[in-house]
Every structure is written in C-alpha cells, then in structure tokens.
C-alpha cells in the first residue's frame, strides 16, 4: 500500500485551517497530513499546532505559495512517501475528490495528476476577463508541454515519487502551478488531469488580485519560456537521506 | 581641449587634479570599508578596478585623448558612456549576487522548518500526532 502525503501549504488561513484539515483527515484517514504554514501573522500555526491534527512545518518568515510548496514536497521526499497530493487550505479543493487523483497514480497510468475545474462534470465558472487570462495561457503553456491540460493553475494535483524528486529540487517562486507543468515535461514526467468539483473557498481571498492579472500572465508567459532552455539542478543527495 | 592647431591634447589640469583626488579618495574609502570588513574583498575588487581607472586616465590623460579619437567622440563622452556601462556592469553584478542570496535564504528556511519539525517528533512532543 502506498504511503500518501497530502501537503497543505498555508498562509494567514485561521478560518479555514481547522475545518478543512478534519474534512481531508475524515475523507482519507490513511493519509498523512502536513501543513506548511508560510510565516502566517495570524494564529495558522498556533491553530494546526494546538489541535494536533496535521504534522506542522512552519517557516520562519514568508516565502511566498512556491516556496511554501517546495517545503512540503521536500519532506515528502525525505520521508519517503509514495504520492504527494497539494490541496489549498481555503477548502476549494474537496477532499472526497483526493483518492481520484491516487488512483490515476497508483495504476500506473501517470506520474502527475490535475484535479481540473473546467473539463466535464464540473460547474467552476470564473469571471469573464479571468476566463480570456487562463485561456491565453493554457494555450501558450499546452505549446510547451505537448498539449491536452486544460487547467494549467489548478493547485490540486498529486504526484508519484519521480515527480516530488523533481519538484523538491526545482519549484517556482511565484505563480508556480503553471511552470511546474513545464518543468515537469520536460523531466519526461507524464501529467494527466481529471476532471474534479470545486468548492467556492471557504475563506481568505484569492492571491491574485485583478490588478495583478496582468503582470501574472507575462511573468508566467516569460518564465515558461525560460524555463525551456534552463538547466535544472541534477539529482543529487542533496535532498535524500534524513 | 583643442589647442591653436586643433588637435586634441587631453584634459584641463583643474579635470586632472579632480579625477586624481576623487579616485585616490574613493580607493581609501574602499580600502577602508575593507578593513572594517563592511565590504567583503570579492566584491571590493570590483571597485578598486574603477579606482585605478580613474587613476590611470588622470596620469595618462593621452590615453583618453586616443580612445576619444577611436570611437569619435569628445573625451567626456567617452567618459560618461564608460561609467555608464560600468555602473551597469556593477548593477547586473549585484542582481546576480542577490538571487543567490535569495535562493540561499529559501533554501535555509525550509531547512529551518523541517528541521524544526524533527526536533519537536524527537522530543516526543505533543504537538503532533502518531
């Protein structure tokens, strides 16, 4: 049986944390629970930390969503865990959905698996203009990757070995979700998504602001395309042992 | 400067004696920032460089004289455009510095949570499950 992590990366979530944390550990109780807490200000830490119901890492100060992930997925792989699942601390990721993506991974069928909010059975309806945003760059991502993700920002997926080696040595510092798809591909990892119900979140706000939407899509834009000719950090020991 | 004949014969004196002052001024200064350890000798280097260039064309004002008549140009302009591209040089330099600085910090933090994830199971405490 496959040892499963699932990794909640959190930031100035205290009404959320609790309840969203007890909904995974009642979906899945064969599961291991971390949260990352990402320097929060508020009672995040002190929350997990008091309720004992996840392993906690906390950071010493705020890294920002990619390195706050980056955490997660480098205790996984020095803990030897089998799957890794990331699941938002705002409840919009259902938990009942998280044994979907194991199940694409424990047959063996692929190496990354991507809840996504917008292929059939699913009733996720962003905003106009955000709609036009993720749809520029879901296109000029599938370029890249040989095509077939529709929700290329999803943050709900989940990962075999293979995949959290790689994504424990090279992890995106800002808008990561899409240039992880990247930097996947190109470590030959096979991605594939499902299609899976969101939940409107439960609290806290969305850490990307309208404002913000702009300078989103050329920074990712850019980013991909560098991240095309990177070199990556080889596989080393670096990360193991522990 | 131009003398009766046109031709170029290099600084005024008073340019001279100011560039002469400002980079034996700024040498100290480096040096002294050294010796106080506020600036590591890598990066000193760097400067130092700018110093003995300044240095140079206030010993050798010739030189500059040469360099104007290569690229064409008045001497201050030849001048400006190379500290211009200097300090550019410096800049570029010190991103570079800073991202590997950033990248170092990241990396210590999430040492620093794991870590401290490890000491509290060693502990036995109750702060976690299992």
Redesign the interface.
């Known amino acids: 049986m496959s040892r499963i992590l699932v990794i909640i990366p959190a930031y100035n979530e205290e009404a959320t944390i609790v309840p969203v944390v007890k909904s995974i550990r009642t979906a899945v109780p064969e599961c291991d629970i971390v949260v990352v807490d990402d320097g929060s200000r508020d009672n995040t830490a002190a929350l997990v930390r008091k309720q004992g119901i996840a392993e906690l890492l906390a950071l010493p100060f705020n890294l920002g969503i990619g390195g706050g992930m980056q955490t997660g997925y480098k205790y996984a792989a020095r803990n030897n865990y089998d799957i890794a699942i990331q699941c938002d601390a705002d409840g919009q990721h259902p938990a009942e959905e998280i044994m979907a993506l194991v199940a694409r991974i424990e047959d063996g069928t692929a190496d990354v698996v991507i809840g996504s909010r917008y292929v059939a059975h699913s009733d996720y309806r962003p905003s106009f203009i955000r709609r036009i945003g993720k749809s520029l760059l879901s296109r000029w991502i599938n370029l890249f990757i040989g095509g077939g993700i529709t929700d290329t920002t999803s943050g709900f997926r989940a990962m075999n070995r293979a995949a959290i080696d790689v994504v424990s040595r090279n992890y995106p510092e800002d808008y990561p979700e899409p240039e992880v798809l990247v930097i996947l591909h190109k470590h030959g990892l096979k991605v594939v998504e499902i299609p899976v119900q969101m939940r409107p979140r439960q609290g806290g706000v969305t850490s990307i602001r309208p404002q913000g939407a702009a300078y989103y899509m050329v920074k990712v834009g850019l980013a991909i395309l560098i991240d095309i000719f990177r070199r990556y950090a080889p596989a080393s020991a670096k990360n193991e042992g522990s | 400067m131009e003398d009766s004949t046109g031709e170029m014969v290099g600084f005024y004196l008073s340019h001279r004696i100011g560039l002469l002052v400002v980079s034996v001024a700024f040498m100290a200064t480096v040096l002294e920032l050294v010796r106080r350890a506020h600036l590591k000798e890598r990066y000193a280097l760097l400067w130092l460089a700018a110093a003995c260039g300044g240095l140079f064309l206030g010993l050798f004002p010739q030189s500059v004289v040469w360099f104007s008549r290569s690229f064409g140009f008045q001497y201050l302009t030849v001048f400006y455009v190379a500290s211009f591209l200097f300090l550019l040089l410096v800049v570029l330099v010190f991103t570079v510095i800073i991202s590997k600085l950033s990248e170092r910090n ?1 990396d210590l ?2 040492e ?3 870590l ?3 000491i509290a199971r060693l502990e036995g405490d ?4 299992s």
Not at chain 2, 126 to 129: A, G, L, T, V
């Open positions: 990241r933090a999430q620093v949570a794991l401290a994830h490890r109750s702060d976690h499950e």
